[in-house]
């Protein structure tokens, strides 16, 4: 999630304008949560210095890209670094092609080049590609390049975490023993803006960013991928995590729209609709049902709760049944008429979080920013990994989320060094790792000023009956709590191509060394248990 989504930690009126609303949302983890601006834009990554190329494959890309609302290319760039690779997956060699660079987006209308996509493919040679699938990996933010997803969850190669320590990650790569590469190939995309993606002229970055324009923009580029590697029969699957949810659900029916069948999608760490999250919009404004089991799952794991579960999953399950049942009583006739909660109500509050009686009486309908502040007394606790915690005041809490200070410098650094020395693609810029374009972006869609695209993931799975849905949700992620995306994703009705897992662990809960084994093995088989229809 670099400035992938990530939640400014503000809330939004909607009578306000819905931009300042979702810029303040999702903007930092690729993914969907919080944090202050400072937290969600890490410091630029220092350029490459370009060296003649010496070894077999590598591009020296003379081109100078920017991020900046008003920048755009003057033409179309496809050239790439194809490099040789290799892994020791089980004790054995496992080969695959690295290919870094640019794909050019055609307007579907004009059927002139809109935008040059910067991209890393990781291939298999030799397997039937109707029986390979193809999978495209991007973050959230709005703003976030794919560098979470890319060296922290199922690549070949990733960065060493520490999570939930609440200590600096270091920058190493290691050989990624939970790499899908056996399952699948694997495309990490950067959006416009971001990494080194950019417009082509007339364009501008800024015309793409927006819902619809951005969601357009990355189909384009699946269809350019698809057509320029031959990859009409493979399964193609989309995975996308925070922003890069809505973002899926989009891409999903604009591909089927355009006769390009989606076989799978992977949600990860899910906001569909902005509209249910009331990490976005104002205290009392609508009802943090969707928070509740979080909290109770997250004092659970700091030991507040009272009292201390025995069985985790069934603490969850009650936790559940109570925000659904009990506070959602008492909460409709809050937002209707302040009306004062129940003792009884306030006293279950208190059991699943041990915050005191007085707190949740002033605080019923309580936010994400208020609990992430007041979780643990003397702490602040991460808003996309509430388990990482540091003391107030600390140089760990001081850009607002002590879960992305630990791990942002090591991402950032880390994508710098692997691009040159490892993938041997050297730039004359910097690679945007994030940009805080939040305040710039256009989120209404579909007549709403903030996106609901339930309905557009309802369209993709009418387009495409068989295809299959994987929601992966961590149980300490308080920037898109799990129990939201169960009430979003039931809307859809009970469908047995919907499947949800959930793992002790936070927004990118890859991050997390047994939340990545567990989620790996949940892969494989949501994996292979794709299959092409004609």
Same mark, same amino acid.
């Given at each position: 999630?670099?400035?992938?989504?990530?939640?400014?930690?503000?809330?939004?009126?909607?009578?306000?304008?819905?931009?300042?609303?979702?810029?303040?949302?999702?903007?930092?983890?690729?993914?969907?949560?919080?944090?202050?601006?400072?937290?969600?834009?890490?410091?630029?990554?220092?350029?490459v210095t370009p060296t003649?190329?010496?070894?077999?494959?590598?591009?020296?890309?003379?081109?100078?890209?920017?991020?900046?609302?008003?920048?755009?290319?003057?033409?179309?760039?496809?050239?790439?670094?194809?490099?040789?690779?290799?892994?020791?997956?089980?004790?054995?060699?496992?080969?695959?092609?690295?290919?870094?660079?640019?794909?050019?987006?055609?307007?579907?209308?004009?059927?002139?080049?809109?935008?040059?996509?910067?991209?890393?493919?990781?291939?298999?040679?030799?397997?039937?590609?109707?029986?390979?699938?193809?999978?495209?990996?991007?973050?959230?933010?709005?703003?976030?390049?794919?560098?979470?997803?890319?060296?922290?969850?199922?690549?070949?190669?990733?960065?060493?975490?520490?999570?939930?320590?609440?200590?600096?990650?270091?920058?190493?790569?290691?050989?990624?023993?939970?790499?899908?590469?056996?399952?699948?190939?694997?495309?990490?995309?950067?959006?416009?803006?971001?990494?080194?993606?950019?417009?082509?002229?007339?364009?501008?970055?800024?015309?793409?960013?927006?819902?619809?324009?951005?969601?357009?923009?990355?189909?384009?580029?699946?269809?350019?991928?698809?057509?320029?590697?031959?990859?009409?029969?493979?399964?193609?699957?989309?995975?996308?995590?925070?922003?890069?949810?809505? $973002?899926? +659900? &989009?891409?999903?029916? #604009?591909?089927?729209?355009?006769?390009?069948? @989606?076989? /799978?999608?992977?949600?990860?760490?899910?906001?569909?609709?902005?509209?249910?999250?009331?990490?976005?919009?104002?205290?009392?404004?609508?009802?943090?049902?969707?928070?509740?089991?979080?909290?109770?799952?997250?004092?659970?794991?700091?030991?507040?709760?009272?009292?201390?579960?025995?069985?985790?999953?069934?603490?969850?399950?009650?936790?559940?049944?109570?925000?659904?049942?009990?506070?959602?009583?008492?909460?409709?006739?809050?937002?209707?008429?302040?009306?004062?909660?129940?003792?009884?109500?306030?006293?279950?509050?208190?059991?699943?979080?041990?915050?005191?009686?007085?707190?949740?009486?002033?605080?019923?309908?309580?936010?994400?920013?208020?609990?992430? $502040?007041? +979780? &643990?007394?003397?702490? #602040?606790?991460?808003?996309?990994?509430?388990? @990482?915690? /540091?003391?107030?005041?600390?140089?760990?809490t001081v850009d607002g989320?002590?879960?992305?200070?630990?791990?942002?410098?090591?991402?950032?650094?880390?994508?710098?060094?692997?691009?040159?020395?490892?993938?041997?693609?050297?730039?004359r810029s910097r690679y945007?790792?994030?940009?805080?374009?939040?305040?710039?972006?256009?989120?209404?869609?579909?007549?709403?000023?903030?996106?609901?695209?339930?309905?557009?993931?309802?369209?993709?799975?009418?387009?495409?009956?068989?295809?299959?849905?994987?929601?992966?949700?961590?149980?300490?992620?308080?920037?898109?709590?799990?129990?939201?995306?169960?009430?979003?994703?039931?809307?859809?009705?009970?469908?047995?191509?919907?499947?949800?897992?959930?793992?002790?662990?936070?927004?990118?809960?890859?991050?997390?060394?047994?939340?990545?084994?567990?989620?790996?093995?949940?892969?494989?088989?949501?994996?292979?248990?794709?299959?092409?229809?004609?």
């Amino acid at each position: 999630m670099a400035n992938p989504t990530k939640l400014h930690g503000r809330r939004f009126d909607l009578r306000a304008a819905a931009v300042a609303a979702c810029a303040a949302l999702l903007v930092a983890c690729g993914g969907g949560g919080g944090g202050s601006s400072a937290a969600i834009t890490p410091a630029p990554t220092p350029p490459v210095t370009p060296t003649p190329p010496a070894v077999p494959g590598a591009f020296d890309d003379t081109l100078a890209y920017s991020s900046l609302a008003n920048a755009s290319l003057s033409a179309p760039n496809e050239s790439a670094a194809v490099i040789a690779s290799h892994i020791q997956l089980n004790g054995q060699q496992f080969n695959y092609t690295a290919t870094t660079g640019h794909l050019t987006a055609t307007d579907v209308r004009t059927g002139k080049a809109s935008a040059s996509f910067f991209y890393v493919a990781y291939t298999v040679a030799g397997a039937a590609a109707a029986r390979r699938s193809v999978t495209f990996f991007y973050n959230g933010g709005p703003g976030s390049s794919s560098i979470y997803l890319h060296l922290g969850s199922f690549g070949p190669r990733r960065l060493v975490s520490t999570i939930p320590n609440a200590t600096v990650m270091p920058v190493q790569l290691v050989d990624n023993q939970e790499t899908l590469l056996a399952q699948s190939d694997l495309v990490f995309v950067d959006a416009i803006g971001t990494g080194y993606s950019q417009a082509i002229a007339p364009n501008t970055n800024q015309s793409f960013w927006g819902v619809d324009a951005d969601a357009a923009a990355f189909r384009d580029f699946v269809q350019r991928y698809v057509a320029v590697n031959q990859r009409e029969a493979s399964p193609k699957i989309l995975f996308g995590e925070s922003y890069g949810t809505p $973002r899926t +659900a &989009v891409l999903a029916n #604009l591909l089927e729209l355009a006769g390009v069948q @989606v076989a /799978a999608v992977v949600l990860q760490s899910s906001i569909m609709d902005y509209n249910s999250n009331c990490g976005v919009l104002d205290p009392g404004a609508i009802s943090c049902e969707g928070h509740i089991p979080t909290y109770a799952a997250t004092s659970a794991y700091y030991q507040r709760s009272n009292p201390l579960p025995t069985n985790f999953s069934g603490y969850v399950q009650q936790a559940r049944n109570f925000a659904a049942g009990d506070y959602r009583s008492a909460m409709t006739a809050y937002l209707a008429s302040k009306v004062a909660p129940p003792s009884g109500v306030i006293a279950q509050l208190v059991g699943y979080t041990g915050l005191p009686v007085l707190t949740w009486q002033q605080n019923f309908d309580m936010g994400p920013d208020y609990y992430q $502040r007041n +979780a &643990v007394p003397g702490r #602040l606790v991460g808003r996309y990994d509430a388990r @990482v915690s /540091a003391p107030t005041g600390s140089a760990l809490t001081v850009d607002g989320d002590p879960s992305l200070t630990v791990i942002n410098s090591a991402f950032v650094n880390g994508i710098a060094g692997y691009l040159s020395d490892e993938l041997h693609y050297s730039a004359r810029s910097r690679y945007t790792s994030s940009n805080d374009i939040g305040g710039q972006w256009d989120f209404s869609h579909d007549g709403k000023q903030l996106p609901d695209t339930i309905p557009d993931l309802a369209a993709a799975m009418t387009l495409s009956p068989t295809m299959k849905v994987l929601s992966v949700n961590g149980y300490h992620d308080l920037a898109t709590p799990f129990h939201q995306t169960e009430l979003d994703l039931a809307r859809l009705g009970a469908n047995p191509l919907i499947v949800l897992k959930y793992y002790a662990s936070g927004h990118m809960t890859y991050l997390d060394d047994t939340a990545r084994r567990a989620q790996q093995m949940d892969l494989i088989n949501f994996f292979n248990s794709v299959t092409v229809t004609p």
